[in-house]
């Protein structure tokens, strides 16, 4: 039988490399009218061939609790989904939670809004107008194979099972944009991921690395 396991970790605090990122393609590559939001979380997949799930998921999350491979308890949220045949078993915060455009850096908020009697600007969401918002999430992996196969090794050493097939081994990047177009949006998705120089792309260098569109959907605010 085949155990399917997922796993998302995000910082709990403010994720400086979001900040800097977010700050580097608005203030210096021009992307000030169209990014609106970004944030990041890293992302495993993998699966495991048993012969009865349930105590390999009780190995597993036993595992999870003392490690600090994959995250630590006190600086990171998590959300572990693993499932199979007849059954599934969650931990951890909601995955929406970890995916949320609010949780890092967002500008939905207008430059100029008035202040209220504490002195802390008013957060209201922008009303836009004839502009369409598009939600975009990628997946930016090494193309060398090398770690998915040293981690896969590791978890059969922990769990002393059957051969673990990693899928996933990556971050999971979620932007919101400001375009015209679905079309619009794909491009520019591509253009801020995909480092060609100083001034063009940011998120990942194609010399070792690739991404995947996983999903690309208008959104409302």
């Known amino acids: 039988m085949k155990l399917e396991v997922s796993l998302r ?6 994720d400086p490399v979001i900040s800097t990122a977010y700050l580097t ?6 992307y000030r009218d169209k990014l ?7 992302s495993y997949s993998f699966s495991i061939s048993c012969a009865d ?14 490690q600090s491979t994959f995250y630590n308890r006190n600086k990171h949220m998590y959300f572990l989904e693993c499932s199979w045949e007849g059954g599934r078993h969650t931990e951890g915060a909601r995955v929406e939670q970890l995916e949320s455009l609010d949780r890092q850096v967002a500008r939905w908020s207008k430059l100029d809004e008035p202040q209220d009697l ?11 107008k004839d502009v369409a918002i598009y939600r975009s999430e990628i997946l930016v992996e090494d ?18 099972t059957a051969p673990v097939t990693v899928a996933e081994l990556g971050v999971r990047w979620y932007l919101a944009l400001r375009v015209d177009s679905k079309k619009e949006a794909r491009s520019v998705t591509r253009e801020i991921v995909v480092t060609e120089s100083r ?23």
């Open 53 to 66: 799930p349930a105590p390999v998921v009780r190995s597993l999350t036993g595992f999870l609790a003392t």
């Open 36 to 42: 609106l939001a970004l944030n990041r979380l890293e």
């Open 199 to 221: 001034g063009r792309g940011l998120l990942l260098n194609p010399n070792h690395q690739q991404y995947n569109l996983l999903s690309l959907r208008e959104i409302d605010l």
């Open 25 to 30: 393609l608005v203030e210096k590559m021009g």
């Open 143 to 160: 193309i060398d194979a090398d770690k998915k196969v040293a981690v896969g090794r590791g978890l059969e050493t922990e769990l002393a």
């Open 118 to 128: 504490d002195g802390q600007a008013t957060r209201n969401r922008v009303m836009l």
């Open 9 to 14: 970790v995000a910082l709990k605090a403010a």
